[in-house]
């Protein structure tokens, strides 16, 4: 082939824009990750600014200011008239920080943990959590009260609106008391308790999590309706006295065997007719959508666990004896998948 004919598109025989596409998406997280933490979108969102401003406001060099936007123009989350850069409707709803159900705790988190090639090359070799280095992340955030506050900000971040999906779809219409097992910050018993006002909710974790769970509760103005109560999923039998029992991204976070486990013993902590209630980001049986497999990355760097499908999590409810498996879209990515105990 001639020098002219390789310039030449048409000469070309395949499209490389699939994984030309691939190769570069992580600088949308860069860009996205950046302008959350300097305050970018808390900014646009109160006035929209032209690029001299930005770069006087935030110290950043005019050719900075300039790539950074024409990036997230590009990718939909600003747009620009008259030189003056706004945010989209989804970055004033996502973005910015302080607005209920917002991801800005998550994608924060991605400045201290970006997924970096090295980083998933490591966890791939070593096939264990790799995200605070050899300890356990349950562990260190027991040790480190503030990695903990910040892990359980970000999972706020992320089952905040989801929650509000969940509490609609879930059958919770006959359940009076919700244990929440490895609940985090609460976000999904305090939006039940909101749909549900006379149900009460347990949030079950470590102590570490519990102190920031109550704190959740007192804000929302929910501690009448949402506890917390601090335990060990491992360690100790599922509390009784509930008659539903909810595993919000708990399945995903251990390998298929050590789910099955917590599956006994949600089923020995329930009486007959109770529930169990999976709250997950469920991959289909092509692999997809894209953002759900990817979470196994994620899963992979901070966890023993994986992505489940709907038929993985009903065969393993099957065996623990569960009956009347069923699974609804929720809220965006996310599904509920319920069963009943006999
Ligand atoms: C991925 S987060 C899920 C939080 C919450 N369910 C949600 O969906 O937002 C996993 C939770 O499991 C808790 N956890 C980990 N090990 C635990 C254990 N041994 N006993 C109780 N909770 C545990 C963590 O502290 C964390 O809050």
Redesign the pocket.
């Known amino acids: 082939m001639s020098g002219e004919e390789r310039r030449h598109p048409a000469a070309f025989p395949l499209d490389d824009r699939a994984i030309y596409d691939a190769y570069v998406a992580g600088r949308q997280s860069a860009a996205l990750t950046v302008g959350v933490r300097v305050g970018l979108f808390d900014k646009l969102d109160q006035t929209p600014l032209d690029v001299q401003s930005i770069a006087t406001e935030f110290d950043f060099s005019l050719r900075g200011a300039r790539s950074l936007l024409v990036a997230l123009e590009a990718m939909g989350v600003v747009n620009c008239k008259e030189d003056l850069y706004a945010l989209s409707p989804e970055t004033a709803a996502y973005a910015v920080h302080g607005q209920p159900g917002s991801l800005v705790s998550l994608i924060e988190l991605e400045m201290d943990h970006f997924l970096s090639p090295a980083a998933l090359l490591d966890a791939l070799k070593k096939d264990d959590s790799t995200a605070y280095g050899d300890a356990d992340p349950?562990e260190e955030?027991e040790r480190d009260p503030e990695a903990a506050a910040r892990f359980?900000a970000a999972?706020?971040s992320?089952?905040e609106r989801p929650a509000a999906g969940f509490a609609e779809v879930a059958p919770l219409g006959d359940v009076e008391r919700l244990l929440?097992?490895?609940?985090?910050?609460g976000?999904?018993c305090l939006a039940s308790a909101r749909a549900h006002p006379d149900l009460t909710c347990t949030v079950?974790?470590?102590q570490v999590?519990c102190d920031l769970a109550k704190k959740y509760a007192d804000e929302a103005g929910l501690s009448k309706q949402v506890q917390a109560l601090a335990?060990?999923?491992?360690n100790e039998a599922f509390p009784t006295g509930y008659d539903a029992v909810l595993l919000?991204?708990?399945m995903h976070?251990w390998s298929h065997e050590q789910g099955s486990v917590l599956l006994d013993k949600a089923f020995a902590c329930l009486p007959s007719g109770g529930r169990v209630l999976i709250?997950e980001k469920l991959v289909d049986e092509e692999g997809g959508p894209l953002a759900n497999a990817l979470v196994n990355l994620d899963m992979l760097v901070w966890t023993k666990g994986q992505q489940y499908t709907a038929g993985e999590l009903e065969a393993l409810l099957i065996a623990a004896g569960f009956a009347d498996v069923q699974c609804e879209p929720s809220a965006g990515y996310w599904s509920v998948v319920s069963a009943r105990k006999p």
Request: aromatic share 10%.
């Open positions: 349950w955030h359980t999972m706020h992320v089952s929440d097992v490895g609940g985090g910050s976000a999904l079950w974790d470590l999590v335990g060990d999923m491992w919000s991204q708990i976070d709250h």
